[in-house]
């Protein structure tokens, strides 16, 4: 009998510390956890490794003369998580243009949130291109 609650209680323990899906770790990744977040356990060696953390990045547009950039790359890297995973997900199947726009409205937030940080003088500039970069997804990118 101490042999068999041994190995059941040794079941148990595995099912109670199983990772959560893919699918719920995409959720809680792209909707549900700050961007700071999500860029560290990005960039840490114990992620996930059944998800795809690769990006290509997006371009820091450089503003008219002024040399002044705005630097959308970690909102980027949500993004392509959230594109890659998601139309991986189940072959496919799950991959809509409701769930591209709910992807896509998160890129948005994030870039409206770095926009929020910066000084004053060049916020609306900042969210007119955050608002450009977002139009380009909406227009080319995705199902």
């Known amino acids: 009998t101490f042999m068999c609650s041994l190995v059941a209680t ?8 199983s990772p959560p899906s893919p699918r719920a ?12 977040t999500f ?5 840490s060696p114990t992620r996930d490794a059944r998800l795809d953390w690769s990006s290509d990045g ?11 950039t705005f630097d959308f790359r970690n909102a980027c890297r ?6 890659r995973n998601y139309s991986r997900l189940d072959n496919g199947t799950k991959w809509t243009s409701a769930l591209r726009a709910r992807v896509d409205a998160v890129f948005l937030k994030d ?4 926009c929020a940080r910066r ?6 500039s900042c969210t007119l291109w955050a608002q450009t970069f977002y139009r380009f997804v909406r227009t080319y990118a995705g199902p």
């Open 10 to 17: 040794a079941g148990l323990s595995v099912a109670l510390f």
């Open 25 to 36: 770790q995409i959720e809680t990744f792209v909707f549900r956890t700050p961007l700071a």
């Open 39 to 43: 860029i560290s356990t990005a960039d």
């Open 58 to 68: 997006c371009s820091a547009p450089i503003i008219e003369s002024t040399g002044r």
């Open 78 to 83: 949500r993004h392509d998580f959230g594109y």
């Open 111 to 114: 870039m409206h949130a770095d």
């Open 119 to 124: 000084p004053r003088v060049v916020r609306a």
